[in-house]
């Protein structure tokens, strides 16, 4: 043992040795042949120090949207080489998603989805570096934490950013019926209105502002949960407080559930046609063509009633064959005392109005 470990100072003390690769080559720091002057530097006592915003970003689907963070040392001495920033988006548990971009001074590369839509902010602060992080075309599954890392030679240091879209949480379920969902299936009904999986985060807010839903529908991280603003017999018994219930990880292709479904503000508008006999579906999807438009998704509806005060007492088809209408201001004849989405279900016969959506 005594011979290995000498062996292994010896190869870290020869030039030969390539330090531990993280996404960026440590090219002078370890290396006996390098400038002695960045030695002195780095153990000099000069502390690198990176800071992001504490309190959440919030944005919206299609917005622009900047993640604050910089950098600077203490003691600052001087210039520095060209350090690395690297931005990565994790997972609840902090373990990283994806890598979303890495700049190496005017140079970066973006990946994934993020090519072409993310980039380093230049402008900066007196005292501190600027490693803030724009983000263009905002998506619905940009919504979550991300990591802000600094690399200067030896030094890493990185802090969180937490991006929250605006949007709203919806129940679905297909027109199969109450719980015909596996979890990938979830995932494209979502998709398929417009919308994606809802995480615990937004199914919580939700719950907050007044969803109280007892039937348990899938979450982005493969749990079953439902929310319970007032606790009743069916919905896990009159002895629970209000809060959300938990399934907890269900096995993501045996067992069958409904959906939690986010979708955030619209780039477009959701506009309401009509005609004196009303249409089928198919009349209705040709109605929305003849207009410039597209029939509207049921997660379109939402966002309308929810970001754009879209009221109307009229129900009306939707992609999926479903029948609903959208009320901000209850009145007699138009549903429940309570402004919410009604829906007529998916009838197989009948002639409605539609909702229409035009991009702007």
């Not at 010896?10 to 090219?27: C, I, Q, T, V």
């Not at 600052?76 to 350090?83: A, F, N, Q, S, T």
């Not at 988006?89 to 072409?116: C, P």
């Not at 896990?236 to 503000?265: E, K, Q, T």
């Amino acid at each position: 043992l005594p011979l290995l470990l000498k062996a292994t100072l010896l190869r870290l003390a020869s030039g030969s040795y390539h330090p531990f690769y993280n996404g960026f080559y440590y090219n002078h720091i370890m290396n006996d042949n390098g400038d002695e002057q960045d030695k002195v530097d780095y153990f000099s006592g000069s502390k690198l120090v990176v800071e992001a915003s504490k309190d959440p970003v919030y944005s919206y689907n299609g917005a622009n949207v900047t993640l604050p963070c910089h950098y600077r040392y203490e003691p600052d001495l001087g210039p520095k080489r060209k350090i690395r920033i690297k931005w990565s988006k994790l997972r609840d548990d902090y373990t990283k998603e994806q890598d979303v971009m890495v700049a190496i001074g005017k140079t970066y590369m973006a990946f994934g989805d993020f090519k072409g839509r993310a980039h380093i902010r230049r402008a900066g602060e007196a005292s501190w570096h600027e490693a803030s992080l724009v983000i263009s075309d905002v998506r619905l599954k940009d919504d979550g934490k991300y990591r802000c890392e600094v690399i200067d030679g030896l030094e890493d240091e990185s802090d969180i950013v937490d991006l929250r879209l605006q949007g709203i949480v919806f129940p679905y379920q297909p027109p199969r019926g109450q719980y015909r969902l596996n979890f990938h299936e979830a995932e494209q009904v979502c998709q398929d209105q417009g919308a994606i999986l809802a995480n615990f985060n937004q199914l919580f807010q939700a719950w907050s502002e007044g969803l109280d839903w007892c039937n348990a529908g899938w979450l982005a991280d493969g749990t079953v949960q439902y929310p319970i603003r007032l606790p009743r017999k069916p919905c896990g018994g009159v002895h629970l407080a209000p809060g959300i219930r938990s399934y907890g990880p269900r096995h993501r292709h045996l067992h069958r559930f409904d959906a939690f479904c986010f979708s955030s503000a619209l780039k477009g508008e959701v506009f309401y046609l009509d005609r004196l006999a009303g249409m089928t579906l198919e009349e209705a999807k040709q109605s929305c063509q003849d207009a410039g438009a597209e029939i509207a998704r049921v997660g379109q509806l939402y966002s309308a009633w929810k970001f754009a005060g879209l009221d109307r007492c009229n129900a009306g088809w939707l992609a999926d064959g479903s029948v609903r209408y959208p009320i901000v201001t209850p009145r007699a004849n138009c549903g429940p005392a309570e402004p919410g989405v009604r829906s007529f279900g998916f009838p197989s016969k009948g002639r409605f109005g539609v909702f229409c959506y035009r991009e702007r």
